[in-house]
């Protein structure tokens, strides 16, 4: 004896979307198990930023149901379709960590989508659309320095480029050994992973496309800020650069190892943030301003 018709036609579209969300946890536990042990035996830098980036969604995903509603067509096939593609990545990704763990960076990347497809299906399209940058704003925790480690070696020489120029500016006669090392008669400085100013570059990127989001709804503003990042960022990490290699110069090894160099990038943070502050305060006064004067000539007597 079967399910009569129409409690068939209403028990499919209340099925689906449950398996789907518990599918979805389970996923989500299994990254998050993956990512916590990847990062806690990971030698590459960017863990505190890592770990922050959950907490940080969590907030912004409170601001995000707080913004008004814009009505949108739910188109219901698109998000089936993107559930399916996403569901499909995860477990290709999910069969090939069983011969290598690294495989489960398929299944993070699938997360974040598979999460947005299943918000549309559940709440709307509109509610996906309203929590679409803390949804994706979680791929900051995946480990993508690890994957893409050509990344690092144009880094690493620009931070030594600019050390160089600015030590050669202040009359040290300094040499290279390689693309990345360079030295004088008293000591020498190799520029490696963890000193190339990735984890600086993603840190600032991170924390100023939140400010952008939560403070400017002008995507061109935005982007501007956020043009600022990489030259900004190399800039900071070639001075630290040439301050671990002044130290280790004049006050030995165990000065230029020492605070400065595995705490700075954290203190530069603040300083090279507070430009970004100011310059996203400026774009919006001057954006302010010309709108007052193009409305004071359209209105001279007003």
């Not at 399910?3 to 579209?13: H, T």
């Not at 770990?51 to 096939?77: D, K, N």
């Not at 705490?263 to 954006?287: E, N, Q, T």
Request: glycine share 8%.
């Amino acid at each position: 004896m079967g399910w009569p018709a129409r409690n068939n036609a209403r028990l499919i579209p209340t099925l689906f979307p449950t398996v789907l969300s518990v599918g979805a946890s389970l996923a989500g536990v299994s990254v998050f198990v993956w990512l916590v042990r990847f990062w806690a035996d990971s030698v590459l830098g960017g863990a505190a930023a890592a770990f922050a980036t959950l907490p940080i969604a969590a907030m912004l995903t409170y601001f995000a149901g707080r913004r008004p509603v814009s009505p949108a067509p739910e188109r219901p096939a698109l998000a089936d379709l993107l559930l399916a593609a996403s569901a499909l990545v995860f477990l290709a990704g999910a069969y090939l960590a069983l011969r290598t763990s690294d495989a489960m960076m398929l299944c993070a990347l699938a997360l974040p989508p598979l999460g947005y497809g299943l918000l549309w299906r559940l709440r709307g399209r509109e509610a996906a659309r309203r929590h679409c940058f803390p949804i994706f704003f979680t791929y900051f925790a995946l480990p993508f320095e690890h994957f893409l480690r050509d990344l690092d070696t144009p880094l690493q020489i620009l931070s030594a480029e600019l050390a160089v120029a600015l030590l050669r500016a202040g009359g040290y006669a300094i040499e290279w050994w390689n693309a990345y090392t360079f030295y004088d008669t008293d000591f020498y400085l190799i520029v490696n992973e963890t000193c190339s100013g990735m984890n600086l570059l993603t840190t600032l990127g991170m924390y100023t496309l939140v400010f952008g989001w939560l403070t400017d709804g002008l995507w061109l503003r935005r982007v501007a800020l956020l043009a600022l990042v990489p030259p900004l960022a190399m800039t900071i990490n070639g001075l630290r650069v040439t301050v671990i290699w002044l130290m280790g110069k004049h006050g030995g090894e165990a000065l230029a190892m020492g605070f400065w160099h595995t705490g700075s990038a954290y203190l530069l943070f603040l300083p090279v943030f507070w430009v970004i502050y100011a310059a996203g305060v400026f774009m919006r006064r001057r954006d302010s301003f010309a709108r007052w004067s193009m409305t004071s000539r359209a209105n001279p007597t007003g």
